[in-house]
């Protein structure tokens, strides 16, 4: 047995120490490729001590979080390993932030070093924050910051070692921010024990040999949840800078890609290419997705047409549970998000937080080994966020309303916070977009609740028309509301270039009801 192989058989292993493990018995194996080249597993280790011994110079203490806000690259890989192997707290932020949230997430992380790329340096130009600045462009210039370095002067010289921190499974990892789709971000601590259960419960994956596409950004949990399981079993990751349908089929046919994570809106652009079959895609084995709504027929679609097992996470940056679908394997239950887990258990609570029926809708709440720490400096919307069942068992809310099958597969009807509750009746938008994606002119929609004076809230959809087909929003409306109940029917239909959607493909309805606010009458 490999050093690697014995440390991914063990109860508990650091993400850092696998690499290291690899870097010596697979050193010449490509680590992380991007636009501009890869790195070995050597390569990447070494990297990684450099990182480390920085950070110690500096005297950024372990548990200290190092914040990085940057499109991915080998060296943003680096840095981000880097600075868990010297027991710091990886923070990624998202470039797509305004300047002023991103600043203000490095504040709240306590950063006090944040890398930057000279795009996102330049953005930031002008914002204010203590943290010192490391800046690692491939060539270009950057704004001056108080304290800037560039990211080969900061490092420490080839060779150098860090001197070794022992990290216990409870130790963060790294703090993830919310996407903000339902308010401003909190700062999500995940722990190494969280992140090792997403990498050993991976052992029938096959990344080992894998060649992994990562198509969202590294900032994402959904990204993370396959980034780092390939490198903790020594597969390939091929990073793309920002995703488009064409260049991604064009990089997984040349790296002969083998895994994949992608969001539903992703294989949804990439289905819809005409020259789709085109494409050698043979080597995959393995593709996943999670984040948002999978619809069934497109679920249907990619089993039939793209080579390899198609399986479907439900789950959420806070940890609780998780949920499987193996939509190859069940053709029938592509309406689902599959059964929960090995070693995951979900309930589902009323308002009044007591166990529903069987068979029965209720809040999705659930607990497993890969659960957050909380949220970062926030003691009471951590325990908001936590439910505990008569034994004193500690589960996280993940804000979503469900129902289990017979055969113990779970259907989610909506976020709960998206329930529209009109004269009386609960209504789920998930289901009037359903309906709505049906209609032959519609290539994407999203349906929301507004004030209604009559109803209380009354839903209103937004769709985005499909290439070539012509039909005005007055008949799509009228049409709909012939396939919809009485309480379900839309008062009122918009059409849009596009929907609002954060960068892993959720949409962003607060945009929605913003958008919609300002053709209003105000009060």
């Avoid at 010192?132 to 704004?143: D, S, T």
């Avoid at 080597?283 to 069934?296: D, I, M, V, Y």
């Avoid at 998000?337 to 589902?348: A, D, F």
């Avoid at 289901?431 to 507004?450: F, K, R, T, W």
Wanted: hydrophobic share 45%; aromatic share 8%; glycine share 8%.
């Amino acid at each position: 047995m490999t050093i690697a192989a014995d440390m991914l058989a063990t109860g508990f292993a650091t993400l850092p120490d696998l690499i290291r493990a690899h870097a010596l018995e697979r050193g010449d194996r490509i680590a992380v490729a991007d636009a501009q080249g890869s790195i070995d597993y050597r390569t990447l280790d070494a990297m990684m001590d450099r990182v480390a011994a920085a950070l110690q110079r500096d005297g950024v203490a372990p548990g200290t979080a190092v914040a990085i806000v940057a499109a991915p690259t080998t060296e943003y890989a680096a840095i981000f390993l880097g600075a868990v192997r010297a027991g710091c707290v990886a923070t990624p932020i998202a470039p797509s932030a305004t300047p002023a949230a991103i600043a203000a997430m490095i504040v709240d992380s306590g950063a006090p070093l944040v890398f930057l790329d000279a795009e996102n340096a330049r953005a930031l130009e002008g914002q204010t924050f203590a943290a010192n600045v490391v800046l690692f462009p491939r060539g270009g210039g950057a704004p001056a910051f108080a304290g800037e370095q560039s990211f080969d002067a900061w490092l420490t010289p080839p060779e150098t070692k860090p001197t070794p921190v022992t990290i216990a499974p409870e130790d963060p990892f790294n703090i993830i921010y919310s996407s903000g789709t339902t308010g401003t971000p909190k700062g999500i601590v995940q722990s190494h024990a969280m992140r090792w259960a997403h990498i050993s419960r991976n052992t029938a994956a096959g990344f080992d040999t894998a060649v992994t596409m990562i198509a969202t950004p590294l900032y994402s949990n959904t990204t993370l949840v396959s980034f780092l399981p390939t490198l903790g079993w020594g597969g390939t990751v091929v990073l793309m800078k920002k995703f488009e349908a064409r260049a991604y089929l064009d990089l997984a046919e040349r790296y002969r890609a083998t895994h994949t994570m992608l969001v539903p809106v992703q294989y949804q652009r990439i289905m819809a290419l005409p020259d789709f079959d085109s494409f050698d895609l043979s080597a995959f084995r393995f593709k996943t997705s999670t984040s948002a709504p999978f619809s069934a027929t497109l679920k249907a679609d990619v089993v039939a047409r793209w080579p390899g097992v198609l399986v479907e996470f439900y789950g959420m940056t806070e940890g609780g549970a998780s949920c499987a679908l193996n939509a190859t394997a069940n053709p029938t239950k592509l309406h689902t998000v599959g059964q929960p887990m090995p070693g995951h258990e979900i309930r589902l609570i009323d308002d009044d937080g007591i166990e529903v029926a069987p068979g029965e809708m209720g809040e999705v709440v659930g607990r497993s080994p890969a659960m957050m720490n909380g949220y970062h400096g926030r003691t009471e919307a951590t325990r908001d966020a936590e439910w505990h069942d008569a034994d004193g068992n500690r589960y996280i809310r993940h804000g979503d309303v469900g129902r289990f099958d017979e055969d113990g597969f779970l259907t989610l009807m909506d976020r709960k916070k998206d329930l529209i509750i009109s004269g009386g009746f609960n209504i789920y938008p998930s289901d009037l977009e359903a309906v709505l994606a049906q209609h032959p002119a519609v290539a994407d929609c999203a349906v929301i609740g507004v004030p209604s004076e009559a109803w209380g809230e009354t839903p209103v959809g937004f769709y985005v028309p499909r290439d070539g087909v012509g039909e005005d929003g007055t008949a799509i409306l009228a049409w709909v509301n012939g396939q919809l109940g009485k309480t379900q029917r839309l008062s009122a239909l918009h059409i849009t270039n596009e929907l609002p959607r954060s960068a892993i493909g959720k949409v962003l309805k607060r945009d929605l009801r913003d958008r919609l606010a300002a053709f209003l009458p105000s009060s």
